[in-house]
Every structure is written in structure tokens, then in C-alpha cells.
């Protein structure tokens, strides 16, 4: 017998919310993930019902520097709505920010991606190895191009790309 204000899910509904649980245990999430996103959910579910409509889910993305449309974030909630009520519950929020996760690069992804670049294996990138790369790849850059790209990666003026600027740029929103 349920006990006052617990939710009684109905056999279907608990396998469902078992296979959430367990697609969520493949994605891996640190604890600090999990408390992060758990933090998150609460301070956007601005009405305490447990769920987040699609412009709460925005308001999420946003914050974590993400611009998505109307039809991008309606897209995600259809995704992941698995009870199809129009709204995300914790366990789908969850599983929406793996799949956003799971998107983002890891710094191993980068450095592999650097070391194409950095043909020297200097531990820097510059104009001449990024615009042999690019035309290997069937990508032709102008001289104008070239500077103009060195100009937004290169953060400490130094006419050549590092790691770390390698990775800011390859990672910006």
C-alpha cells in the first residue's frame, strides 16, 4: 500500500523509469555530474512540480551556453518524453544532458585531432601546418582567411596556435 504523497507507477511505468535507470548507468556520470544536474533541475523547475517545460529547458541550455530554437528544444524534450506529458522529468533531464555530454569532445578527442595539425609535433599549430592540413582535407583558405582565423585562435599573439587555444576555439558555443 502506498504510504501519503508517494507515487504508485503502474507496471509499464516502473519498467520505463528501469530502462532510463540503466541507459543513464551506461552514460557513466560522475556523482558530481549527477549532483550538478540534479542542482540544475531544481533551480530551473520554477513551479516545484517535479518537471521542466521546454522553456525552463532553454533557460538550461542557455545558461550552459547553448543557443538552441524553439524546434531544437522541442526536438530534445520529444526525445527524451518518453511518457509523452510535454514536460522532462529528472530521469529524462538526465538522460538529455548524456546525450548533450556525450557530444562535447574530451580533451583526448582534441589532442588527437591537435596532433593532425601540429605536423612538426612542435606542441603548436601554425598558419602553413593548419592550411596544408585544410587543403589535404579539400578545404582551400585565402592568405586573408588564414590571418583572419589565426587572428581569433591565436590568444597570445604568438602566430601560432597552442593546445589550449586550440581546444578554446574548437570548443566555443
Do not use: C, H, W
Not at 13 to 21: D, I, P, S, T, Y
Not at 64 to 85: A, F, L
Not at 127 to 140: D, F, H, P, R
Amino acid at each position: 500500500m502506498a504510504k501519503t504523497g508517494e507515487v504508485v507507477l503502474s507496471a509499464t511505468e516502473r519498467m520505463l523509469v528501469e530502462k532510463q535507470k540503466n541507459e543513464i548507468r551506461r552514460m557513466r556520470m560522475s556523482p558530481d555530474q549527477l549532483e550538478m544536474f540534479r542542482d540544475t533541475f531544481v533551480i530551473f523547475d520554477k513551479d516545484g512540480d517535479g518537471t521542466i517545460d521546454s522553456k525552463e529547458l532553454s533557460t538550461v541550455l542557455k545558461s550552459m551556453g547553448y543557443n538552441p530554437t524553439k524546434e531544437e528544444i522541442q526536438d530534445m524534450v520529444d526525445q527524451v518524453d518518453s511518457d509523452g506529458s510535454g514536460s522532462i522529468e529528472f530521469l529524462e533531464f538526465l538522460l538529455l544532458m548524456g546525450r548533450i555530454l556525450k557530444d562535447v569532445p574530451t580533451d583526448a578527442d582534441l589532442r588527437d585531432v591537435f596532433t593532425v595539425f601540429d605536423k612538426d609535433r612542435s606542441g603548436f599549430a601554425s598558419s602553413s601546418e593548419i592550411k596544408t592540413v585544410m587543403a589535404n582535407l579539400g578545404v582551400q583558405f585565402s592568405d586573408e582567411e588564414m590571418q583572419e582565423m589565426m587572428i581569433e585562435a591565436d590568444v597570445n599573439g604568438d602566430n601560432q596556435v597552442d593546445f589550449s587555444e586550440f581546444k578554446a576555439m574548437m570548443t566555443a558555443k
